[in-house]
């Protein structure tokens, strides 16, 4: 939904994300390429216990996009993961071609668990729509990962060297460089720095 006063954190109803998603396809034909909703299994989202509510999304892009591939929804790599997709699979009655996965977890831990996991919960192909080695986080998650700029670096070669290849239905890998703007920003995953220098996780990539 557009941002407006006093509804900035309420998610649209079906008739209205239908609605809103029409305008921006008449505004911008040429996208041809969309997600129904972005971490849709967090619970600072107003998803987290709508799977229904996304899979209506999904089945109004699906229904009124002909030719467009439609990501049925990008999805957190946190333990709710396979039951929010389960929900969503039965309530849509359709069964999506491709998923979105931020496997930040994964990727940083160097563990496939939760990769594998959608893998063996969906039948579609899995993009990586979001990863990347953690340099830096400074915000209030109470999930633990490994960071620094070696550490990056090492991460990113366990993207390419590990979850890529842990099916042929890891179709695409979307690599999250956020570039910081200074040394205290909440995050950080990017190949460059905010001082301008190429970090080791850009020579891997």
């Not at 600072?44 to 229904?63: E, F, H, M, Q």
């Not at 929900?87 to 009655?93: E, L, Y």
């Not at 200074?182 to 995050?187: A, E, I, L």
Request: net charge positive; with cysteine; hydrophobic share 35%.
């Amino acid at each position: 939904s557009r941002h407006r006063e006093g509804r900035l954190n309420r998610v649209p109803g079906g008739t209205e994300f239908l609605t809103e998603f029409n305008r921006f396809r008449k505004r911008y034909p040429r996208v041809k390429t969309y997600s129904a909703w972005n971490e849709a299994n967090h619970c600072g989202t107003g998803t987290c216990k709508r799977p229904d509510l996304v899979a209506r999304y999904y089945n109004a892009i699906r229904r009124n996009c002909v030719g467009c591939k439609v990501v049925a929804a990008d999805l957190l790599d946190q333990p709710n993961m396979v039951s929010w997709v389960r929900t969503f699979r039965r309530v849509a009655g359709f069964e999506p071609r491709y998923w979105g996965l931020h496997d930040y977890i994964d990727a940083n831990r160097f563990q496939t668990t939760r990769t594998t996991q959608l893998l063996r919960a969906v039948k579609g192909e899995v993009w990586l729509t979001e990863v990347g080695g953690l340099v830096a986080r400074r915000n209030s998650s109470t999930v633990r990962l490994p960071q620094g700029k070696a550490h990056a670096a090492d991460a990113m070669r366990f993207i390419f060297d590990r979850l890529a290849r842990l099916s042929p239905r890891v179709a695409r890998i979307y690599v999250y460089h956020w570039r910081s703007s200074t040394p205290r920003d909440s995050w950080d995953s990017a190949l460059v720095g905010s001082d301008g220098i190429r970090r080791p996780s850009l020579a891997v990539l």
